[in-house]
């Protein structure tokens, strides 16, 4: 026995290259399908241990008027609800300078900060202390201007609208009980930077803010909770677990369930509200208009008392008018002189004409003096009415805008979300599911084409040893004793190799995908689980590939006599080919020629075997081409040929025309903003027995050829063409990943949801998109699909090239009249980054199937020359030069090289297709496309590969022994 293991040995050094080659490509194959196939549960069982490890929580509560402590007492009446732990949440939004970043402030406390990853500095401790989002370090902080770091003080200023509503209530139920939040200080040191799995995408944070902020808890002042996160007790299934999905859906019912009466309940304390304060408003109109009757009856009296005095005073008029005209008589007569009284005649008369004086001056005082009273008395009661009428109509003014505002409530809406529910949640499994996807196809076809060489590989070596197996059967030796060199040798080189394989599959390809990856999610420590299941269904192949033609391929020939086995096997006979009987062809080859073309036909399993590999390995560098053209110029398509617009403003519902008008002209005089077009956007869903999708509504309600400026509508299709469509005449058109996830074809029908209303769409045709799932529809149409008047709810803004963005989109969203911005670019970066994480797969996979080409292609042109040893040392002895022979087995190897990458790019091609056709996520849409360079690319690596294994090859044939190759054996 130590004589046939020292034996082994012997023939492992002897062919060493030989026995490395199989240990290479059993290696490569392994580490290739167990690296990628590890890669995406890897992906998910990181985030799960980072949600863990920082308790995110299993979902959380919101409502559109708050959560306040009757909300909490109800969801404390959950049946089971000792199973739920509550935190209810203090937050407030803002702007925080001097980054101008829109931020959410949390206010925390002890308990609170197991939730955060402090990554720089430490939690606050003190009121003006604030920590803030990571996203400074990885992002922000690469621009100078909003650069923030640890000591550096900030200032937040809260997004806050005055109040217009005069209702004061101590119900927290009621609507008019809701102030605005507030921060006792406005002015923080930055003490630190965390990162959480509430937030556990890089990028996105939000509509409503960018970053996150932390301060303690007793620094906000709120009449509300602004959410409340909730955790399931003792929950022992995990994140993405189908289980835990399901006890999420479950919980979530009971949780609205729960809920449901809270919006009528809240509505109604509102309503009382306002009865109360109209009951108040109406007294005291009432007691108003009892004032007024008073003093109109008071009035009455004083009229009647100025009709006397009138009267009176036009007696004394007719009275005073006698005496001046009894004057002006006596004047006239002569009996008196006003210049000099002294000129009368008699005594008595003179006396009798100045007291008539007197009394004409003392009645033109008294009736100058009643006029102003009269004047003045008459001014007081106008007066008097008009202010009793204007308290009457003030009054009655409030208890109509009571009525108004009574009719304008509305219930509040309740949100009980999970974390299925949070995009970065559901991304981070969509990415997952995506590198599932090509671990199911792309590592499977490497893997197969890897042990398919090994296999030929193994059984030409068996077949080798003829004269080896005739000795050892001759010499006495069992037939298994004979049959164990082949099973060690090829066993110790597929053990190795799988061992070797599976240890830097674990190692290399995960971390490299996933690093790339970590642009996107926090993913910098990952955790790769070891399958193995998984390690022992491809141990089990790779080692059967490599025993099976190990044990059969002897086994066979021992069946025949060791005479038989000690003389070489004969030569396969040679058979006239098909091409010789084209005769025209035929002879004007040369005779090298026909004796290549001859060879190829003779030898069918072994180039067979070299077409399969060499096709095969095309098919997979191709496939990596593929899949990075598929995905270049995806992002400048979207957002720079189609969607040519900066960010969306959403205005509130129901705004009327004129404040419409009022923002419209506002926009066109602010500064940074190049142009705005005006939109009716709705958001509208669309289901069927598998998937449920939102899909915008966008309806042009602007100047019609401006609308391409912002968005440029155009069929979708293999075709582009380079005008735009009118949607008037064209439309509606859904976008092309919604056709394809429900089937919906040109001039057809379907059922979309507003509201919880269904509405019937007739569907035109198809447009062209790639992110997210769009409507196009004219006006016209939407009046007739919505049976009401298209009216303007939204703005596309393009901004100046070097606008300020968070300050204008700050200073917008302080306006009353605007609902939301959507800034178009945080979803242009979240797109970037899953496209910069498919570059680097595409790397991986073009590096490894560039790998896997050249190692079979030296594998199998090492077992051409092998095979053909005595056929190559008789055409060096009749005369050819090495460098000939090499030439002459070359041309073989080129034939087949071009074809079987012709082929292989052809399979490439489909298979790009395939694996991104299932790659694309619900809201993405792929054309698997492969440019005519990656096919010249994809030809010429392999054409490389096949050089240089030839030039490796070459030294080889140079060194035949011919002697020793020609060498009987009889």
Not at 220 to 245: D, T
Not at 287 to 296: K, M, Q, S, V
Not at 665 to 677: C, N, P, R, S
Not at 713 to 738: C, Q, S
Request: hydrophobic content about 40%; charged content about 25%; aromatic content about 10%.
């Amino acid at each position: 026995m130590n004589s046939l293991i020292k034996d082994i040995f012997r023939e492992i050094l002897k062919s060493f290259p030989r026995f490395l080659s199989i240990l290479a490509i059993i290696s490569l194959g392994v580490a290739f399908f167990i690296g990628i196939k590890a890669t995406g549960p890897a992906m998910v069982e990181t985030a799960r241990d980072y949600y863990e490890t920082y308790d995110l929580p299993d979902g959380r509560i919101l409502s559109t008027q708050g959560i306040n402590d009757n909300d909490i007492k109800e969801i404390k009446n959950l049946k089971d609800g000792a199973e739920l732990r509550l935190r209810p949440i203090k937050s407030v939004i803002g702007m925080v300078e001097p980054s101008t970043q829109p931020i959410k402030v949390f206010g925390i406390n002890e308990q609170d900060k197991k939730n955060y990853q402090l990554v720089e500095g430490r939690f606050p401790q003190k009121a003006s202390e604030i920590t803030l989002d990571s996203k400074y370090l990885d992002l922000i902080n690469t621009d100078p201007n909003e650069s923030v770091k640890v000591g550096d003080k900030v200032k937040i200023t809260l997004n806050q609208r005055a109040s217009e509503d005069a209702i004061d209530s101590d119900n927290s139920d009621s609507i008019f009980s809701i102030k605005d939040s507030e921060l006792i200080t406005n002015e923080f040191e930055v003490v630190g930077f965390v990162q959480t799995p509430l937030y556990y995408e890089r990028i996105n944070r939000g509509l409503d803010h960018s970053v996150f902020g932390l301060i303690q808890e007793d620094q906000i002042q709120a009449s509300y909770y602004s959410e409340v996160f909730y955790w399931i007790r003792n929950n022992r299934k995990r994140a993405y677990e189908p289980a835990y999905q399901s006890r999420l859906d479950q919980l979530k019912i009971k949780l609205e369930d729960l809920l449901a009466n809270r919006p009528k309940q809240r509505l109604e304390a509102s309503k009382k509200d306002i009865q109360a304060k109209y009951d108040e408003v109406s007294s005291d109109l009432e007691e108003a208009n009892n004032d007024f009757e008073a003093a109109n009856k008071k009035i009455s009296e004083v009229e009647k008392t100025l009709i006397d005095s009138e009267q009176d005073l036009q007696e004394a008029k007719i009275e005073f008018s006698q005496i001046e005209e009894n004057l002006l008589r006596q004047s006239l007569e002569g009996n008196i002189d006003s210049n000099n009284p002294q000129a009368l005649g008699k005594p008595e008369e003179q006396a009798e004409l100045l007291e008539g004086q007197e009394q004409s001056l003392m009645a033109s005082n008294e009736l100058f003096f009643g006029e102003n009273q009269l004047s003045r008395s008459k001014k007081a009661v106008a007066d008097s009415i008009a202010e009793n009428n204007l308290e009457l109509r003030e009054g009655q003014l409030a208890l109509e805008e009571l009525k108004e505002l009574e009719a304008d409530l509305k219930e509040p809406t309740y949100h009980v979300l999970t974390r299925q529910d949070d995009a970065a949640y559901k991304s981070l499994k969509e990415n997952a599911e995506k590198l599932n996807v090509i671990s199911n196809l792309f590592p499977v076809f490497f893997f197969a084409i890897a042990v398919l060489v090994v296999f030929t590989t193994v059984k030409r070596m068996s077949s080798e040893q003829r004269n080896y197996m005739g000795t050892m059967q001759q010499m006495g030796y069992h037939r298994w004793q004979v049959i164990l060199k082949f099973v060690v040798y090829a066993g110790l080189a597929g053990v190795i190799g799988i061992v070797l394989g599976i240890s830097l599959g674990y190692r290399i390809f995960p971390p490299i995908i996933l690093q790339a990856y970590n642009s996107m999610f926090y993913l910098a420590n990952p955790l790769i689980p070891r399958s193995l299941y998984w390690n022992m269904i491809v141990g089990a192949i790779a080692l059967a590939c490599t025993l099976i033609p190990a044990i059969y391929t002897p086994y066979v020939l021992l069946k025949q006599a060791p005479a038989q086995l000690l003389r070489p096997e004969p030569p396969k006979q040679g058979k006239q080919i098909l091409l010789e009987n084209w005769t025209e062809f035929w002879k004007r080859l040369s005779f090298n020629r026909k004796m290549t073309l001859r060879n190829l036909f003779r030898y069918k399993g072994r180039n067979l075997m070299t077409f399969i590999g060499v096709a095969g390995c095309s098919m997979l560098i191709l496939t990596g081409f593929g899949i990075s053209d598929t995905i270049s110029g995806l992002l400048s398509n979207q957002f720079e040929q189609l969607q040519r617009y900066d960010a969306t403003l959403v205005l509130n519902e129901d705004l009327g025309q004129y404040q419409t008008q009022k923002l419209q002209d506002e926009l066109a005089d602010y500064e940074g903003i190049e142009a705005y077009y005006p939109i009716r956007s709705e958001s509208l869903e669309l289901e069927n027995d598998v998937e449920k999708e939102n899909v915008n509504l966008i309806v042009p309600l602007g100047d019609v050829q401006s609308f391409k400026d912002f968005v440029f509508v155009r069929p979708g299709g293999d075709d582009k063409v380079a005008e735009p469509v009118d949607l008037d005449e064209a439309g509606p058109l859904y976008t092309e990943r919604l056709a394809e996830l429900f089937n919906l074809k040109p001039n057809s029908k379907a059922i979309f949801k507003m509201d919880d209303e269904n509405y019937t769409i007739p569907l035109k045709g198809a447009a062209e998109n790639y992110v997210n799932h769009y409507l196009y529809m004219g006006e016209n149409d939407y009046n007739q699909v919505f049976e009401k008047p298209a009216q303007i709810n939204a703005f596309l803004l393009k901004y100046e090239a070097n606008a300020k963005v968070t300050r204008i989109e700050d200073q917008l969203q302080d306006n009353e009249d605007v609902q939301a911005i959507v800034n178009i670019t945080n979803i242009e970066e979240v797109v970037s980054k899953t496209m910069d994480s498919l570059y680097v797969i595409t790397i991986v996979l073009i590096v490894s199937a560039a790998a896997l080409a050249f190692v079979v292609l030296y594998n199998l042109t090492n077992i051409n020359i092998e095979e053909r040893n005595r056929e190559l040392a008789t055409i060096k002895v009749l005369g050819f030069y090495a460098r000939e022979v090499s030439l002459y087995v070359y041309e073989e190897i080129f034939i087949i090289t071009v074809l079987g990458s012709f082929f292989g790019l052809i399979a490439g091609r489909v298979l790009t297709h395939i694996i991104m056709k299932q790659m694309q996520m619900n809201s993405m849409l792929f054309y698997p496309r492969a440019t005519l360079a990656s096919f010249l690319i994809s030809f010429i690596l392999t054409f490389i590969f096949s050089s240089s294994v030839m030039l490796i090859m070459h030294q080889k044939i140079k060194r035949i022994n011919m002697v020793e190759a020609l060498k009987g054996l009889d």
